[in-house]
């Protein structure tokens, strides 16, 4: 017996997608289509029937080749693939699994740093790591995105590579 599934696809190293190519994308995934230009991803979620998870993550994966590779003209390199029944989409939307989060005071306490410091780094920075979202105080990101920042992060101001 067949059922509803949600498919959802990362695709890395995209270049900035012409109007005719998200036209196309747009009529092979009856879904959410969303490129970011500052890391050159695209991602795709749409809906899909099958009678199991294997069927489902075959039709996928198989959709997703074809319809990118007709719409880009080039076959992108596909660096994620999702697959669930739409009831445990719902389920993960309407119940988040639970994150430790931190907005720039709770960084920069972590950090060791002032607020404003950690504003900065948010700003200039280019391993800062991405906030998940934003409040009316400020942008919000995971605990585990500040704690692994702040274990490669070189705190040595000035510091030059040397040839």
Known sequence: MEQEWRASVTVDAVR??????FEELHRRFAGVIRYEADCQRL???????????????YKALH?????LEAALSYKPQLIDLRVVTAEQANAERDYPREQELMGYREAAEELDVSRQ???QLDGNHPDFPRPIGRTGAGPV???ESIRSFAARWDRSPGRRKTA
């Open 63 to 67: 959709t997703a080749d074809e319809g």
């Open 141 to 143: 990101f995971t605990a």
């Open 16 to 21: 900035a997608l012409r109007d005719e190519q």
């Open 43 to 57: 991602y795709l979620l749409w809906r899909l029937r099958a009678s199991s998870l294997v069927e489902a993550a």
């Open 117 to 119: 410091r950690v504003a």
